[in-house]
């Protein structure tokens, strides 16, 4: 029995895979640093840390945080994003799944961080949400770190108006035992302020 279909799919049919792929590819060549969620993350982190990339797409941040040090392994429900993964970094762990039944995967729990960027959440199936922040959470281990990114309204957002308001986020974060720890705007560490239209939030699952 398959769930509710999630927003990426409906936008892409699941077959973005490739292009993605070089969209970022055509940043990178131009200059642009394409590391920036993979340099927030590994600030966090002690070395050879444990990390789940959930939403991981193409593997482009598992990627860099491998090269950094760091055991990753990406999960995503798109298997045009992780052919591309599976091809650009083969010995990396890449698995096929839905966020929201992390638990049938066979993950050790334990990670030191589990990361959602790229709007993952937003772009979850529509009822979803709090599931999958349950599931990220029951996968780290106490004070593990829970590291989001999302748009916060149209323009920072492929869809016409936001899904996920920060008071709804925080609201699952809390039910599933996690406290927010730090807020930005941007992957670069910018301050966080009222009516931005872009939130880096970093929760911590709580130790008891």
Sequence with gaps: MTGPRDRWSELTGGHAGEEYSQRFARL?????????EATFCAALLK??????????GTGRIAIRLAELGHHCTGV???????????????????L?????RLDTLGLNPGFDLALAAGNV????ADGTEAAVVRQLAAVL???????????LDAAHLPLPEPTVTLTEFDHWCAQAGLTLRQRYATWSGDPYYEGCGYAVSVHSRLTM
């Design 28 to 36: 990178a060549a131009s200059g642009h640093d394409i590391h920036g």
């Design 47 to 56: 070395p050879a840390a444990r990390i789940l990339d959930a939403g991981c």
């Design 76 to 94: 995503d429900v798109d298997p045009s994003m992780l052919a591309v993964a599976r091809r650009d970094a083969p010995d990396q762990e890449w």
């Design 96 to 100: 096929l799944g839905d966020l929201a």
């Design 121 to 124: 959440i937003p772009l979850l």
């Design 141 to 151: 281990r106490p004070a593990g770190l829970l590291v989001t990114g999302m748009g």
